[in-house]
Structures are given as C-alpha cells and as structure tokens.
C-alpha cells in the first residue's frame, strides 16, 4: 500500500490576499486523499487565529520547532523569509511558491531588506508562482525558470 505524500507548507496566520492564497491551496491539497498537507506556522496557531479562513481548521498545523522533529516529501516557503527557514526542515524536496517580487514590499531606502528578499532567489529552489511576470523576472533578473501555477 502506498504512503501519502507529505507535504509541509510555511505560512504565518496574518489575514492578508497571499496567506489566504496560500490556505486555499493548502485546502484542495488536503482534500486529496493521497495527500497529507500539515501547515507550518512560527508559533502555535489557534482555531481563533485561523477565524478568517474557517475552512482551513480541519488541516494538521504545527509549530516551526515542531515540524523540525517530521520528515516530510515536500516542504513549500511561501515568502521570502520562510526560505531560510528551510534548512530547519527534513524533506526530499524543497519549494519556494513566489507569489510577488517581494523586495518591491520594501522603501528604496531599505537597501539590507531589498537584498535579502531578492537574495532567496539566489538558494536555487525551484519556483512555482502564480503569475507570468514574476516568472519573467525571476528568468530575466536570475536565469531561473519558474512554473506558473495559476490561482483558482
């Protein structure tokens, strides 16, 4: 019989338009039955943290520290920061879903945080984004190809 795959995404609970991508993603996985997805937050997470988005409370979470302690198939980051989280993590396989150029989050004036953002695409994960410009910047600025996995 056949193991499911295990799927490790990172995420924080903070309602925002790219966590709630990322939880609806993070949904139709689980809702696969070959499928174990668990949700991976920095600190202990609640049902009442997670209010916004009710759908989600059914799909395992836990902490960073915890996660470190599982084997997973796949981890996915999901923002710049969470990339260099990774190396904390067992898995076959690592991912960065890229759904910004996260530096253009920062002032001009920010030269260390523009940097390291841009930085996580210099780790040589594979990327999947959610847009076709993304994926030619990342291409154009980093010759790395992305795969375009659109929302919905």
């Known amino acids: 019989m056949r193991t499911k795959t295990k799927i490790g995404i990172l995420v924080s609970s903070s309602l925002s338009g ?3 991508v990322i939880l609806e993603h993070a949904f139709h996985i689980h809702q696969r039955n070959r499928v174990e997805v ?3 937050f920095p ?3 609640s049902d009442a943290d997670l209010s916004w988005f ?3 409370c059914g ?3 836990m902490t960073l520290s915890e996660a470190e302690n ?5 981890v996915i980051a999901t923002y710049w ?3 260099f989280q990774l190396n904390k993590l ?3 396989a690592y991912l960065y879903f890229n759904q910004s150029v996260e530096s253009r989050f920062f002032d001009e004036k920010d030269f260390n945080s523009i940097s390291a953002a841009e930085s996580a695409y210099l780790l040589g994960l594979p990327i999947i984004t959610e847009a076709n410009w993304i994926k030619n910047y990342v291409k154009e600025k980093y010759d790395q190809d992305a795969i375009v996995v659109h929302n919905g």
């Open 54 to 56: 009710p759908r989600i």
């Open 43 to 45: 600190t202990e997470t």
């Open 18 to 20: 790219g966590n709630n």
């Open 70 to 74: 599982h084997e997973f198939d796949c």
């Open 81 to 83: 920061r969470t990339c």
């Open 59 to 61: 799909v395992p979470r």
């Open 90 to 92: 067992n898995a076959k």
């Open 38 to 40: 668990t949700l991976i």
